[in-house]
């Protein structure tokens, strides 16, 4: 009976997200406009990366502005120099191949990776 209830649900789950786009239309963002991020347990090779207190470890990709919102008390540049951007308008910039502590009072609104 669970393994029923649990596809039922993901059935379900999946007709509304496909619905949903099909009401949705087009909209002004494209695929473009997203950076791929990803939370991991380890900074991967490459990437521009961001530690947060529960042990997640935020991935960043691509040149540009990846927008994410959290506390963060360490960063690592696997790869290109980035800007942590704080939530007052402060900053912290991570040199390239390099590793640093953030400010851990403050919320992260943006990392800047720079290509």
Same mark, same amino acid.
């Given at each position: 009976?669970?393994?029923?209830?649990?596809? *039922?649900?993901?059935?379900?789950?999946?007709?509304?997200?496909?619905?949903?786009?099909?009401?949705?239309?087009?909209?002004? !963002?494209? !695929? !473009? +406009?997203?950076?791929?991020?990803?939370?991991?347990?380890?900074?991967? +090779?490459?990437?521009?990366?961001?530690? +947060?207190?529960?042990?997640?470890?935020?991935?960043?990709?691509?040149?540009?502005?990846?927008?994410?919102?959290?506390?963060?008390?360490? !960063? %690592?540049?696997?790869?290109?120099?980035?800007?942590?951007?704080?939530?007052?308008?402060?900053?912290?910039?991570?040199?390239?191949?390099?590793?640093?502590?953030?400010?851990?009072?403050? %919320?992260?609104?943006? *990392?800047?990776?720079?290509?």
């Amino acid at each position: 009976m669970q393994l029923l209830k649990k596809h *039922v649900t993901r059935t379900a789950v999946a007709l509304a997200l496909g619905a949903g786009a099909l009401v949705g239309g087009s909209s002004t !963002a494209s !695929a !473009a +406009d997203v950076h791929p991020q990803y939370v991991t347990y380890k900074c991967d +090779d490459g990437r521009a990366c961001v530690y +947060d207190r529960s042990g997640g470890i935020w991935n960043m990709d691509g040149c540009g502005p990846n927008y994410i919102y959290g506390v963060f008390y360490f !960063a %690592k540049a696997h790869g290109n120099s980035f800007t942590v951007w704080y939530q007052n308008n402060t900053w912290d910039l991570v040199p390239a191949w390099s590793q640093r502590f953030l400010d851990a009072g403050n %919320k992260v609104t943006e *990392v800047d990776v720079h290509c």
